[in-house]
C-alpha cells in the first residue's frame, strides 16, 4: 500500500467531521460537562472500526479491486439473491448477515448459497485471496477453498481495504454498511414504511438526495448490531474482531511517518536583541521614576510582572519558542495578564499587599520544610536564599502562611471580573494540561500514529518530539498586553516588542 494512502487514511480517521455541540450544550453535573450524546438514556457506544469494519473487509476488498460501480452491481445481485432465498418458507426463520462472522453462524444452505454465487463473478478468488493471510477467518474452510494460498502483495491489499473504510463515514465504508443491510431489506425482515425508502436501498446509490440516503444507510446497519438484538453474538463477534486486529499486528510491521520539519521562522538573533534592548528601556525609566525608598507593593509588582514576562519571553524566543517551554510560557503570560489585570481593576491596596504578602509567606513555607520535611535539599534552592526573600518585608517570625489562594479566587474567576475571559480561555486552559502533564498534552508532544492501517491508526513514539507549532507571535502578544497594563496604572513606559523578520536574501 502506498505512503499517500496510509497518510490519507490516517488523515481522514483523525479529522472529527461530527458535531459535538455547543458547550451550552453539554449538562453540568458536579464537576463535569455532560456531553449531549451522553445524555440520552440508554446509549450503547458501539464502534465501526473496532467491532464490524474486520466483519465487512470481503466487502472492501472488493470495492478496492474493482471499479465501484461494478462491484455495487456485484453486491446488489448477490444480496437479492440471498435475502430472496431468506423470504421463501425454506429460510424463513434466518436474517441474512452477510458480514464474515455473520456468515460464519449461518446455516450450510445460506453459506454455500453464497459463496457459489460470490464466486461465480470473474476475478472474485483474486480480489478476495488476502483473506486467506487470516489464521483466526471465520468459517476458514469455507472461504479457503476458494481463495488458494496467499502471495506477495496480499498483506498491502488487505491494509489498502482497511485503509479505505477506517473512517465509518467515508463512502467505501458507506458502500460496506449498505451490503450488510440489503440483504437483510430482500429478507422482508427489515420493514420499511414506505416504497420510496425501499428504493433507497435497492436503488442505492442512483435514488433520491444522497446526502440523506448514505446517513440512513449507516444508522440503520448500526442498529442492526445493537446489543438489544443479542448480547451472545455480539460478544462472540467481539472475540473474532480482537482476534484480526491482535493477528494483523503481529504479523505485520509499524509505519512510522517522517518526522515533520520545523524551522525558526523569525530572526531570532534579532529579536532576543530587541527583548533585552526593551528590559533595558523598562529599567531605566523605573529607575528614573522612582521617588521612594520605602515598600511599594502596586508600583514594584506591576513592575515585576512586566520584568518577569520579558524575562520568560526572552528564554523562550532565544530557543525558537517551539519546544515544550513555550506551552509553559504561554501559561505564565496568561496568569501574569489576568492577576495584573485583577488588581488594576480591583483598584484596591490592600489586594496588592496580600499578593505580595502571600509570595513571602510561600517562601517562608519554603524555608521551614527545608528545616523540618526535607532531608536533601534540591540543588535548585539555597535555604539562606529563601530564608532572605521571607525575611525581606518583615520577619519570618511575624509572617503569616496563607494555604489558599491570596486573592479568595482561582484565576478563572479573576479573569471573569477582569474582563479577560478572552484570555484565560485562549492561553491558559489548553496550556494548563502541558504543565500539568494531562494526557492530551502527552500524547500530542511524544506520540504520533502507526500509518499501517492494519494497526488501527494506534500511536506509536514520535522519531522526536512534535516541535511544529511557533508560539512566538502569542508570546510577544500577550508581553505587550502585560506592557500596556502599565498605562493603566498611570505609568507611560510606551514599550513594544515585535518579532524580527528574516531578510530574504537577494
Not at 41 to 59: V, Y
Not at 145 to 152: I, R
Not at 225 to 237: A, L, V
Not at 379 to 404: P, R, V
Request: aromatic content about 12%.
Amino acid at each position: 500500500m502506498s505512503q499517500k494512502r496510509a497518510e490519507q487514511s490516517a488523515k481522514r480517521k483523525k479529522s472529527n467531521k461530527a458535531k459535538h455541540g455547543r458547550i451550552t450544550a453539554h449538562k453540568k453535573q458536579g464537576s463535569k460537562l455532560i456531553a449531549p450524546m451522553n445524555q440520552m438514556k440508554n446509549m450503547s457506544p458501539m464502534s465501526w472500526m473496532n467491532d464490524r469494519l474486520p466483519c465487512m473487509l470481503w466487502a472492501s476488498l472488493l470495492i478496492v479491486g474493482m471499479e465501484r460501480e461494478k462491484s455495487l452491481e456485484l453486491f446488489r445481485t448477490v444480496c437479492s439473491e440471498i435475502g430472496n432465498l431468506c423470504y421463501e418458507k425454506k429460510l424463513s426463520d434466518e436474517l441474512p448477515k452477510l458480514s464474515l462472522f455473520g456468515l460464519s453462524q449461518a446455516s450450510f444452505e445460506l453459506q454455500n448459497h453464497f459463496i457459489e454465487r460470490l464466486f461465480s463473478f470473474p476475478n472474485v478468488d483474486y480480489y478476495l485471496r488476502p483473506l486467506a493471510l487470516l489464521d483466526c477467518l471465520p468459517a476458514t474452510s469455507m472461504w479457503k477453498s476458494k481463495l488458494g494460498e496467499p502471495e506477495d502483495g496480499d498483506w498491502e491489499r488487505l491494509a489498502e481495504a482497511v485503509a479505505t473504510i477506517l473512517d465509518h463515514q467515508s463512502q467505501e465504508a458507506t458502500d460496506c454498511r449498505w451490503v450488510y443491510m440489503l440483504a437483510i431489506i430482500y429478507s422482508g425482515k427489515y420493514h420499511l414504511p414506505t416504497k420510496e425508502s425501499y428504493r433507497r436501498y435497492t436503488d442505492y446509490p442512483y435514488y433520491d438526495d444522497q446526502k440523506s440516503v448514505r446517513p440512513t444507510i449507516r444508522s440503520s446497519e448500526m442498529t442492526q448490531n445493537m446489543p438489544m438484538f443479542g448480547t451472545e453474538y455480539q460478544d462472540q463477534r467481539k472475540v473474532w474482531t480482537d482476534a484480526f486486529w491482535k493477528e494483523c499486528k503481529k504479523k505485520t510491521d509499524c509505519f512510522f511517518p517522517k518526522p515533520e520539519t520545523s524551522h525558526v521562522e523569525y530572526d531570532l538573533i534579532e529579536t532576543v536583541k530587541r527583548v533585552n534592548e526593551g528590559w533595558t528601556d523598562l529599567a531605566e525609566y523605573y529607575v528614573g521614576t522612582d521617588e521612594a525608598t520605602e515598600i511599594q507593593p502596586k508600583r514594584e509588582a506591576s513592575f515585576g510582572f512586566c520584568f518577569y514576562s520579558l524575562t520568560l519571553a526572552l528564554e523562550t524566543l532565544a530557543s525558537s519558542a517551539k519546544l515544550l517551554n513555550s506551552k509553559f510560557t504561554l501559561r505564565a503570560l496568561a496568569e501574569i495578564y489576568i492577576t495584573f489585570k485583577f488588581l488594576l481593576h480591583k483598584d484596591d491596596e490592600t489586594l496588592w499587599k496580600a499578593y505580595r504578602s502571600f509570595g513571602a509567606g510561600q517562601a517562608k513555607l519554603t524555608a521551614l520544610k527545608l528545616d523540618e520535611v526535607i532531608d536533601t535539599p534540591p540543588g535548585y534552592i539555597k535555604k539562606e536564599h529563601i530564608e532572605g526573600l521571607a525575611n525581606e518585608d518583615i520577619w519570618m517570625e511575624f509572617q503569616d502562611i496563607e494555604i489558599g489562594n491570596w486573592a479568595k479566587l482561582d484565576l478563572r474567576k479573576m479573569s471573569e471580573q477582569s474582563n479577560s475571559k478572552d484570555v484565560y480561555d485562549a492561553y491558559y486552559t489548553w496550556t494548563s494540561t502541558f504543565s500539568h502533564a494531562q494526557w492530551c498534552a502527552v500524547r500530542d508532544t511524544v506520540y504520533t500514529v502507526c500509518y499501517n492501517p492494519l494497526h488501527r491508526l494506534h500511536r506509536v513514539p514520535r522519531l522526536s518530539p512534535r516541535y511544529e507549532d511557533g508560539a512566538e507571535a502569542d508570546i510577544v502578544m500577550l508581553v505587550n498586553k502585560i506592557l500596556d497594563l502599565l498605562d493603566e496604572g498611570k505609568h507611560e513606559v510606551s514599550l513594544t516588542l515585535a518579532i524580527e523578520e528574516v531578510e530574504e536574501c537577494t
